[in-house]
């Protein structure tokens, strides 16, 4: 925590104290801006045992993040609540969030709800926005989107960026109170325009799609690029297919594979896959077999189906690797539990033909049938093909696993 952020809103309580405990909180206070973290704890121990509320609230976060002093859970939830019932309402909010989240203290939401209250009762608006997220969430009090609502509303008006976004996810989709995209947008903007990257995000989307405000694609990548300048991987990913097709930006395909590389290397499989197309097919970059089945591999290993099936192809026909039928029948067979119909008729040319798998005409039309119904052309074709080489119990029996398969969301196939 950065207690630089608060000093200004605690210093005029040192007034109240004494003179000599003033002097050394304040002392102490000057070393602790200094990062003299040692000399500042030598003068805060005694003004907290003295029972000055501040250099309590100082000692705790010492504790709490090992300023000077052994990392201490137990002593820093201990500072904080001695600061918390003299009032202190930053004291009070993070004795909150020690009890929230069981830390030094065993967890309890109900003790944490009652710190909260009272911080934000004291107009805190950190400790509001809490409030908000602890009904909207029903942890130790019932669910009550429209408390949520009353308590997120009164820290956005005080400019809390996290309860502006959260306030405006509550109108866009109408969580206790009336959907209301307009209101929507003017929370998602407050907060955008303190940084939130969530907030520039869902700004831009809604610029995007035109909900609630008229449709603008140069300024929904506007909002995209901060929010991805941020590190948001979905941002980043959109952007990268805004360059590729040049919507609300100038076309530019190695910008586009700029972001998509920033987003899959955040772990993001759709940009994972995007990226190993560019690569298998030389779009933009030189074409490089290897780069393409590890960026491949990644997304598929995330389950998405189109880079399982692209997997599959690659290893069916040995294109950049070793041809290894049986790596294709496992990645074709994982998409093809997903529904992904091409990736279902070549699984049934699989089994026909033996290979990677033992020939097996009854699965082999299962899988043709089950593309076909999918809308594969090919699955048609080879289901039509098969059954000339099959008996009209076969044909049934095919049919029959066909509709079990699909009956059970391919669990059972």
Not at 95 to 103: E, I, P, Q, R, S
Request: net charge negative.
């Amino acid at each position: 925590m950065d207690i630089k952020k608060v000093i200004v809103g605690l210093t005029f309580s040192l007034l109240f104290c004494n003179g000599a405990v003033y002097a050394n909180v304040d002392r102490a206070i000057g070393y602790f801006e200094a990062g003299e973290y040692k000399a500042a704890y030598k003068e805060f121990l005694p003004a907290a045992e003295a029972n000055d509320e501040i250099a309590q609230y100082y000692l705790a976060t010492m504790y709490a993040d090992g300023l000077g002093v052994p990392a201490n859970k137990q002593l820093s939830w201990m500072w904080y609540e001695y600061a918390a019932e003299q009032g202190l309402s930053f004291a009070q909010h993070f004795t909150g969030n020690n009890y929230l989240k069981g830390t030094g203290v065993d967890q309890n939401y109900k003790t944490a709800v009652k710190w909260y209250t009272l911080a934000a009762e004291q107009e805190l608006s950190i400790a509001q926005h809490k409030l908000g997220f602890i009904y909207y969430s029903g942890l130790g009090v019932e669910k009550n989107y429209k408390t949520a609502a009353e308590w997120f509303t009164l820290a956005a008006d005080q400019g809390n960026g996290d309860a502006q976004f959260n306030l405006g996810l509550m109108y866009l989709y109408g969580s206790g109170i009336p959907e209301d995209a307009k209101t929507a947008v003017k929370w998602f903007t407050l907060a955008a325009e303190q940084g939130g990257a969530d907030a520039q995000y869902n700004i831009a989307v809604i610029h995007d799609t035109g909900r609630g405000v008229p449709e603008d694609d140069k300024t929904a990548a506007k909002w995209y690029t901060l929010a991805a300048e941020q590190g948001y991987a979905d941002a980043q990913y959109i952007l990268g297919l805004r360059y590729s097709d040049g919507t609300g930006v100038l076309k530019n395909d190695k910008t586009a594979l700029k972001w998509y590389t920033l987003a899959a290397e955040q772990g993001l499989d759709t940009a994972q896959y995007n990226l190993g197309h560019m690569y298998y097919n030389g779009l933009s970059v030189l074409k490089n077999d290897k780069t393409a089945l590890k960026w491949y591999t990644l997304s598929a290993e995330q389950g998405l189906d189109r880079a399982q099936y692209n997997l599959g192809v690659i290893y069916d026909n040995g294109f950049g690797v070793p041809e290894d039928d049986r790596a294709a029948v496992k990645w074709f067979t994982l998409a093809a539990e997903q529904g992904y119909a091409d990736a279902q008729s070549n699984l049934g040319s699989m089994y026909e033909m033996g290979d990677g798998a033992l020939a097996d005409y009854i699965r082999a039309y299962m899988w043709y049938n089950l593309a076909a119904y999918g809308g594969s052309e090919s699955g048609s074709v080879g289901r039509k093909s098969l059954a000339k080489e099959m008996t009209p119990a076969d044909i049934a029996k095919a049919q029959e696993m066909s509709s079990i398969c699909l009956d059970s969301n391919y669990t059972d196939c």
